[in-house]
């Protein structure tokens, strides 16, 4: 029988864990503005989103340090601590795929995205957004059932993580169509490569989110 073991933590780690989520949301909005300003081709303020995900990094930063630094020892845990380190780090991988695709755009500014794509990305960028939304509440859910181990709790839990399963697939169909049309299109080997690398590092961030996904699921079967 479980018993609601979070009961014994001054501070329940999920509470840091849902912090960083949070942290990682924001960014993912911020991200997905700046990816809009980008294609608009009449952006001024592209950099300013840039610097705003960089402070949020740094903020998330400061919260898995403090997470790492402040798990009790010597105490019971309802998860074992590599695994929620795993996920803490996996979470983090969501985030990072988010400052790297802003990163590689500002490598090559010009001549940017070429507005017959420009649906394609923003549908792409769109697609690897819902997962982290649902990354949040994901966690938040699951907050809720590591304090009373409730089997209908779990079954909410379980539905979203199957959602972001489903997320993740139809970003995968997204980014498979658009690299089939850079091939197709592009002779200019700087820029196919500028273009289908973008295309990966956004698919990352859903893979990034299925994978915290499937490490919630590992923590819950424990």
Partial sequence: MRFPLLSLFVTSPFE???EHAEKVKECAFAFQQAVECHISHDCHTFEDF???ISKLEN????IKRRIRGHLPKGTLMPVDKFQLFRYLREQDHVLDG???SLNWISYRPEPGIPDFLAKDFLKLTDAVI???????KMVAEARIYFKNFNEKQRRIVKDIIRTIREQEAYADKIEAELKMKIFSTFDDSAT????IRLVEILGSIADHAENTGDMMRAMMAR
């Fill in 130 to 136: 819902q997962p982290i939304v649902d990354l949040s």
């Fill in 50 to 52: 840039r610097k705003e």
């Fill in 59 to 62: 903020d998330a930063d400061a």
């Fill in 192 to 195: 196919v490569f500028h273009m």
């Fill in 16 to 18: 840091g864990i849902q």
């Fill in 98 to 100: 988010v400052k790297d």
